[in-house]
Structures are given as structure tokens and as C-alpha cells.
């Protein structure tokens, strides 16, 4: 039984245009949402969170959207670079700590 | 410089025969986790370390074992693996175990079940 999903195996969008990555959680007893970035032959690292009291966050390029009532959050970049294909992990902490992950979706960007 | 290592980056056992990956880490964490990753699906947390107290996850299959020696250093063995144990295996290392702590990960193992 999956709590994350990420319904998209994988996106492509032009350069410098928008991309944007969903994901639908299930658990409402998760607090924190994390987006991880992975390239091929690398682990996964951190690309940017968001704390269930808020509803957006947003990090140079890269902008995390929240909607609790909906369970769902996205990820936008704007605007997207070739450098940004990779595969993108969304990621919910409950109040352990503990990640639950989706199963990743691969973006690819075109020049 | 690599903060979580994981050795080696390509791991290929035997059906059966015990094999152990290595993950070790100079960020000094408290937290250390094993995930497994198979083609196209979720990383799978299988267990994880808060300082020597380890926490296995209730669909860890018991095939599935780890050490921690000491801060820097956690060990996955798997006793008899399966066809079915061929994965990618995450390291991954967080200060503490608080709902908004990230993870850093190793680049990890991709283990080959002949």
C-alpha cells in the first residue's frame, strides 16, 4: 500500500519552459515534504521541503506547492535547464523522522 | 568530498551465498538508514540506526541484517540472497530522527544475484 505516489513516470518539457512534477500522498499524519533530485550513478540529494503548516516554498528556480485538503504537492522549476533531468523523488516525513518515498519520476529536458 | 560512501558501487553474489555492503559516513549523524531500491519503484526503508539502536522495519524480511560498529560505519548483510534481493541499496545518514531532517545519501550498491 503505497502513501506516496507519484503518478508520472516521466516528464519532458522544452528548455526553458516549465516543468512540473506532482505527487499525492495518503498518511494526513504526515508533517514534512521533501523533493530529492537523483542523477544516474548517484544517491539521491535534497532539493527542497515544505513544512504542513505552509502551502508554498520556493528556492531560487524551484518551487514546492502544498494543498493539504488535497494531498497533493508539485514541484515546479521554472525555467527549466538541460542540468535539471534527472530523476525526481518526492518524499513525506511523519513525526519519526522517517521517509516514505514515491517512486520517482524522470524528467527530461530538452535544449 | 563524500560525506556518505558506500563500497562497493556494484556488488554480484551467488544465489545463497552471504554478502555483506558497507556504508560509512564523516558527517557524524546519529541516524543511519539502509534503503532498498528496486527498477522504477520507491526506495524501501528496511531498517536504520539512531546511534546503537537499531530499528527494523516491520516488512524487513529477516534474510535482511545490519551492524553499526561504531558512529561512522553501518554494515547490510543479507545471509542467503534471493534472485528477488537485486537492487540498488541507499545509505543514508540524518543528524537526528526529527520529522524535519533531511537525509544524504551514498551513491549506493547495485547488487547482482547470479
Same mark, same amino acid.
Given at each position: 500500500?503505497? !502513501?506516496? =505516489?507519484?503518478?508520472?513516470?516521466?516528464?519532458?518539457? !522544452?528548455?526553458?519552459?516549465?516543468?512540473?512534477?506532482?505527487?499525492?500522498? *495518503?498518511?494526513?499524519?504526515?508533517?514534512?515534504?521533501?523533493?530529492?533530485?537523483?542523477?544516474?550513478?548517484?544517491?539521491? *540529494?535534497?532539493?527542497?521541503?515544505?513544512?504542513?503548516?505552509?502551502?508554498?516554498?520556493?528556492?531560487?528556480?524551484? *518551487?514546492?506547492?502544498?494543498?493539504?485538503?488535497? =494531498?497533493?504537492?508539485?514541484?515546479?522549476?521554472?525555467?527549466?535547464?538541460?542540468?535539471?533531468?534527472?530523476?525526481?523523488?518526492?518524499?513525506?516525513?511523519?513525526? *519519526?523522522?522517517?521517509?516514505?518515498?514515491?517512486?520517482? &519520476? &524522470?524528467?527530461?529536458?530538452?535544449? | 568530498?563524500?560525506?556518505?560512501?558506500?563500497?562497493?558501487?556494484?556488488?554480484?553474489?551467488? /544465489?545463497?551465498?552471504?554478502?555483506?555492503?558497507?556504508?560509512?559516513?564523516?558527517?557524524?549523524?546519529?541516524?543511519?538508514?539502509?534503503?532498498?531500491?528496486?527498477?522504477?519503484?520507491?526506495?524501501?526503508?528496511? #531498517?536504520?540506526?539512531? +546511534?546503537?539502536?537499531?530499528?527494523?522495519?516491520?516488512?524487513?524480511?529477516?534474510?535482511?541484517?545490519?551492524?553499526?560498529?561504531?558512529?561512522? /560505519?553501518?554494515?547490510? +548483510?543479507?545471509?542467503?540472497?534471493?534472485?528477488? +534481493?537485486?537492487?540498488?541499496?541507499?545509505?543514508?545518514?540524518?543528524?537526528?530522527?526529527?520529522?524535519?531532517?533531511?537525509? #544524504?545519501?551514498?551513491?549506493?550498491?547495485?547488487?547482482?544475484?547470479?
Amino acid at each position: 500500500d503505497q !502513501q506516496v =505516489k507519484q503518478n508520472s513516470p516521466s516528464l519532458s518539457v !522544452q528548455e526553458g519552459r516549465i516543468s512540473i512534477l506532482n505527487c499525492d500522498y *495518503t498518511n494526513s499524519m504526515f508533517d514534512y515534504f521533501l523533493w530529492y533530485k537523483k542523477y544516474p550513478a548517484e544517491g539521491p *540529494t535534497f532539493l527542497i521541503s515544505i513544512s504542513s503548516i505552509k502551502d508554498k516554498n520556493e528556492d531560487g528556480r524551484f *518551487t514546492v506547492f502544498l494543498n493539504k485538503s488535497a =494531498k497533493h504537492l508539485s514541484l515546479h522549476i521554472v525555467p527549466s535547464q538541460p542540468g535539471d533531468s534527472a530523476v525526481y523523488f518526492c518524499a513525506a516525513s511523519d513525526d *519519526t523522522g522517517k521517509l516514505i518515498f514515491g517512486q520517482g &519520476t &524522470t524528467l527530461q529536458v530538452k535544449p | 568530498d563524500a560525506m556518505v560512501i558506500q563500497n562497493p558501487r556494484y556488488q554480484v553474489t551467488q /544465489f545463497g551465498k552471504p554478502v555483506t555492503l558497507s556504508c560509512s559516513q564523516t558527517l557524524n549523524h546519529n541516524v543511519m538508514y539502509w534503503y532498498q531500491q528496486k527498477s522504477s519503484q520507491a526506495p524501501k526503508l528496511l #531498517f536504520h540506526y539512531y +546511534d546503537k539502536d537499531f530499528n527494523n522495519e516491520a516488512d524487513t524480511p529477516d534474510n535482511f541484517q545490519s551492524r553499526r560498529p561504531n558512529t561512522s /560505519f553501518c554494515f547490510l +548483510d543479507i545471509r542467503s540472497p534471493g534472485l528477488g +534481493d537485486a537492487a540498488m541499496y541507499l545509505c543514508a545518514t540524518s543528524r537526528e530522527r526529527h520529522v524535519n531532517e533531511k537525509l #544524504f545519501f551514498g551513491s549506493g550498491t547495485q547488487l547482482s544475484v547470479l
